[in-house]
């Protein structure tokens, strides 16, 4: 009798621990847990990426303070980023623009003004 009981509460406890298991692993394959798993990994990745851009500037600032020793330049590097460049528009300097010869006056606008002189 006492094997009987042994066997049965060991089932039992098996059985408990494969339903909890189970239980487990499903809500961990929902579609919610699946979406706060992704958010979560791309926070980290997004944090990594700071930390080794972080890195990279740090390595840059050095290895400019290295070049400029080098060179005997004395210009001391700023903590930030550079400023964004600014390009100036580039205008069409071709000879021919869209199939039309250039000329002199191709380019000025007229007026419509039929009683301006010209």
Known sequence: ?????????????????????????????????????????????????????TDVRAGMVQREAELGEALGIEAAPGPGLPAPRRFAAIENTSTERAGVPYTRHSHTRHSDNRNEDH
């Not at 089932?11 to 699946?34: C, D, F, H, Q, Y």
């Open 1 to 53: 009798m006492f094997r009987r009981t042994f066997w049965f509460a060991t089932g039992a406890a098996a059985g408990v621990w494969a339903t909890t298991k189970v239980n487990r692993k499903i809500k961990a394959l929902s579609p919610e847990s699946l979406a706060a798993q992704a958010a979560n990994k791309a926070v980290d990745a997004g944090h990594r990426l700071r930390e080794f851009a």
